[in-house]
């Protein structure tokens, strides 16, 4: 059973690009978290999302970030015109729909602005 | 809004020697409560969680915690420490919807002496 996946794990993006970052949960997970890892920090939580569905975004910057989870495929966590001080490593992590359910983490995506 | 703190940013013991990793937590309900460990480049591993029930809580990798109302405490403890524990470890409590939004500390970098 595949754990979490995230692609890229490394991605390079110049000032003003756009930066895609995919998840695809654990099989049988529906729910789907975004967390963000500034070096030398904790993690700090951004999305949850079930499908087609965004449930809590009280951790999204209000500009130039959006996510979403469509009824196929990967979760998307999509910033518009990084800056430098995008760059971290994005986490995403799943879990069942229970109404206890512990997350697992993917691997991560590490961000670099130039 | 809740919090975490792990006041101890990095602690060393040498191998075989026991070990407490400190951590408070600030919310205003029943808390659920997490451990998380992540090695170098990669994701986060639960070791062990706290949502109800008996205050001690055993988890992998011979990790244990106690979760203690009075002193808003889940410390983490292994009574032997091995090198390959080596690594950061993060406390973390659950909120927002659903108490799915992990928060978490800081963390603590655990170093293991030969």
């Known amino acids: 059973n595949a754990g979490v996946m995230q692609n890229p794990r490394h991605l390079v993006r110049r000032r003003g690009q756009e930066a895609r970052l995919r998840c695809s949960p654990m099989?049988?997970?529906?729910?789907v978290y975004w967390y963000r890892q500034l070096p030398e920090e904790g993690l700090k939580f951004m999305v949850y999302?079930?499908?087609?569905?965004?449930?809590?975004e009280s951790g999204m910057p209000k500009e130039r970030f959006s996510a979403e989870f469509p009824k196929e495929g990967p979760s998307i966590l999509r910033i518009q015109q990084v800056v430098r001080g995008d760059s971290a490593a994005y986490f995403c992590?799943?879990?069942?729909?229970?109404?206890?359910?512990?997350?697992?983490f993917g691997p991560g995506t590490r961000l670099t602005v130039l | 809004a809740q919090s975490v703190t792990q006041p101890d940013i990095h602690i060393t013991v040498s191998e075989g020697a026991s070990l407490e990793l400190r951590c408070n937590y600030s919310?205003?309900?029943?808390?659920?409560l997490f451990w998380y460990v992540q090695s170098p480049g990669q994701g986060l591993q639960l070791l062990l969680k706290?949502?109800?029930?008996?205050?001690l809580v055993q988890g992998i990798k011979g990790f244990e915690a106690e979760f203690k109302r009075s002193q808003s405490s889940f410390n983490l403890r292994k009574p032997s420490v091995h090198w390959s524990d080596a690594a950061e470890y993060f406390c973390?409590?659950?909120?927002?919807?659903?108490?799915?939004?992990?928060?978490f500390g800081s963390g603590t970098r655990l170093q293991v002496q030969p």
């Open positions: 992590a799943s879990s069942s729909p229970g109404l206890v359910s512990e997350q697992f």
């Open positions: 099989k049988g997970h529906s729910h």
């Open positions: 999302l079930q499908k087609e569905n965004i449930i809590d």
């Open positions: 919310y205003g309900a029943t808390p659920y």
């Open positions: 706290y949502f109800s029930g008996d205050t």
């Open positions: 973390a409590v659950g909120a927002g919807t659903g108490r799915r939004a992990l928060t």
